[in-house]
């Protein structure tokens, strides 16, 4: 039985107040469970990563939390709701329940720290009672899980290459054996043959200390290849959510259908692709009723009119999936 | 399939660039000039109405091969021909002459259009330098159309910001249409875009080789998009060419071991479930340019090292296929596979 470890409930954010606000996250209800990779996919301003640090509380202003919770089950003890949490109690539960990996990781470590410098402070903070000794042990251990000697801890980020200061900061993201790690876009600026080591690498580490990932991309084919569930967003909704191999085979949101014949194929027959025409909407000016209509090949009258909701697609019967399209089947 | 023979427009023969280290205090008691080995040896040809890819990681020098070619770098050694003519430019009037027949479209369209003018000022600015500000309303009209910008009128006079990712590359591969070039060097032209729009604009640049019979240099370090767009794929790894062909054959039998490694490690979405590693010795670490490695430049990575693939540098040997070759000494003639 999958337990869940992170339940995302009509989730709302937006930029700004009042009437120019704009709704960058719209009711978003996402469950990750125990030991799983959860894949959430979507185009630049689809709102992935609003969600993310939305849902960690990290969200600059002029970002707003305009409704819904997140409750988060630690593995001992109650369910709790992060969005009550006081600011004390926010910052223990950073990095000791949920860590989250940046995209850049030349630009989230420390330029002017040594790499050890920094991975202690985050122990020393949260472990205050270990003595340096074994915090410099831990560091030195996870260092080498992330595939790192213990002798690059004491170089500077600007020492270290691209690859490795990702595997750095995966180290302190994962340091204080986290339940949850949250990573956006990780290895964009990476390049293939080390994104998919590093990849490879968190796979194994997920095995080991068998924490639960929400992993963010636009890149959907690697996403099908590494997560267990995806779900789709697109103008700030999740639009599909189907484990992976469902959702590759049979995508039931024209979106991610479109999605899916973006990537050319590097096996098998070469056929002419087209992408989706149009381009991701202007989140300041949503179209009405399901924000893909005006990009779909297939909308309707509905379409424009009514919001489709995410529910089981009556077509599949597998309440593992769940579709927000008005076409014939996809409604429960 | 063989790679037809179309007319030449840009070629490179011996291409390479080094970029001086500066010289530490340290350094001016020594005789050692460092440099970053960036560009070696690069050898392409450009034809009317082909694309050639040009593939390989960050780093590995094919965006200074693109920047050679359109000559905004000085090239250290090495022949660049246009139209079979050996040609060298330092700017002035005989670099406009040059870039009117090759042009070439950046990566980053929120940084390569200026943000205080319109579309109308950089296209009409491209026309104007190139000498064909004659019909300015019906040329600048017709390359918009060109790029799929329809109706003109309603891009003519916007501002980059008011134009969505896609339709910025559009704008700026108008521009560089404005010079009516014979050959295009796109460094990059869909990375920056989102996915569901980056094949409407490689159809788009397909279209418009067919149709203004260009020839198309596509630098990518996505190789599956190389296989998708182009004629001919060359591979690059740490400022060398290691294999080169007919891009199905290059992505269909890779021969040279970083082809390959690059191509195991591409993303597979039917590769469902097991997540393996391609093997790699030095972990994804491509080498130092400042001091490369002897030989063959990924000997430190390679599983099918050989020793002598640490002191001589592999030539291009043919491959059965026509027109396929590989820097590699296992295609070595009479060498065991």
Not at chain 1, 158 to 183: D, K, W
Not at chain 2, 259 to 272: F, N, Q, Y
């Amino acid at each position: 039985m999958k337990t869940p470890v992170l339940e995302i409930k009509n989730f709302h954010v937006d930029y700004g107040l009042g009437e120019e606000a704009v709704q960058a996250v719209r009711d978003v209800t996402l469950t990750l469970h125990r030991g799983e990779v959860l894949g959430l996919a979507g185009e630049s301003g689809s709102g992935k990563s609003t969600l993310a640090y939305g849902v960690t509380r990290l969200l600059p202003p002029p970002g707003v939390i305009s409704g819904g919770s997140v409750v988060y089950h630690p593995p001992s003890g109650d369910a709790y709701d992060v969005m009550t949490l006081t600011d004390a109690e926010l910052r223990k539960f950073r990095w000791a329940e949920t860590s989250i990996v940046f995209q850049g990781a030349m630009n989230s470590l420390n330029p002017v720290h040594k790499v050890s410098t920094q991975m202690l402070d985050v122990i020393k903070a949260h472990e205050p009672q270990l003595s340096p000794q074994a915090r410099i042990a831990r560091a030195q251990e996870m260092l080498k899980l992330v595939g790192i000697s213990a002798d690059r801890m004491d170089a500077y980020p600007h020492q270290l290459s691209g690859g490795m200061r990702q595997r750095v900061m995966i180290g302190m993201a994962l340091v204080l054996e986290p339940q949850v790690v949250i990573m956006d876009e990780p290895t964009t600026a990476l390049d293939v043959v080390m994104q998919r080591q590093i990849l490879a690498q968190l796979v194994e580490l997920r095995e080991r200390l068998g924490f639960s990932v929400l992993f963010i991309t636009h890149d959907l084919s690697l996403l099908v290849e590494f997560s267990d569930r995806i779900a789709i967003m697109y103008g700030g909704r999740i639009v599909e959510e189907a484990r992976s191999a469902d959702l590759y085979k049979d995508s039931l949101h024209p979106y991610s259908e479109g999605l899916l014949k973006s990537f050319p194929a590097l096996r098998g027959e070469r056929r002419e692709l087209s992408g989706i025409p149009g381009s991701p909407p202007d989140l300041r000016g949503m179209p009405s009723g399901c924000s893909f209509h005006p990009r779909c090949p297939q909308a309707f009258d509905r379409c424009s009119s009514e919001i489709p909701l995410l529910e089981i697609p009556s077509a599949r019967n597998d309440p593992n999936r769940s579709v927000a399209c008005w076409l014939p089947g996809r409604t429960a | 399939m063989t790679v037809t023979e179309t007319e030449v427009v840009l070629e490179a023969e011996g291409l390479t660039k080094h970029f001086p280290v500066r010289r530490g205090l340290r350094d001016l008691l020594t005789r050692e000039h460092k440099a970053v080995h960036a560009v070696d040896d690069v050898k392409l040809t450009l034809r009317r109405g082909r694309v050639t890819a040009l593939v390989g990681e960050s780093g590995s020098g094919k965006s200074t091969v693109a920047r050679l070619l359109a000559q905004l770098y000085a090239r250290t050694s090495g022949d660049i021909r246009l139209h079979g003519e050996p040609v060298t430019v330092r700017g002035g009037r005989k670099f406009r002459a040059y870039c009117r027949q090759v042009q070439m479209i950046f990566q980053d369209p929120f940084a390569s259009l200026n943000p205080t003018h319109t579309v109308r000022y950089h296209l009409t600015r491209s026309l104007r330098i190139h000498g064909r500000a004659g019909d300015l309303e019906d040329n600048l009209r017709d390359l918009l159309v060109q790029v799929q910008l329809t109706p003109p009128e309603r891009y003519l006079d916007k501002f980059p910001h008011e134009l969505s990712g896609g339709q910025r590359q559009r704008v700026s591969i108008a521009r560089a249409l404005g010079a009516d070039p014979e050959a295009l060097l796109a460094d990059e032209p869909v990375s920056m875009l989102d996915v569901s729009i980056r094949l409407g604009v490689l159809n788009l640049l397909r279209d418009l080789k067919e149709r203004l019979n260009l020839a198309i240099l596509y630098i990518t370090h996505d190789i599956a998009s190389a296989r998708y767009f182009a004629d001919e794929t060359l591979v690059m790894y740490a400022g060398r060419m290691v294999e080169g062909g007919d891009s199905e054959t290059v992505t269909q039998n890779p021969a040279h071991p970083y082809t390959r490694l690059l191509i195991e490690s591409a993303p597979d979405p039917d590769r469902l479930g097991e997540l393996s590693t391609p093997e790699d010795q030095a972990g994804g670490e491509p080498p130092s340019l400042i001091a490369p490695p002897t030989g063959c430049r990924f000997n430190p990575r390679c599983v099918h090292a050989m020793p002598k693939c640490t002191t001589d540098l592999p030539p291009r040997f043919e491959l059965p296929i026509a027109g396929h070759w590989a820097a590699c000494w296992l295609y070595e003639e009479g060498a065991a596979q």
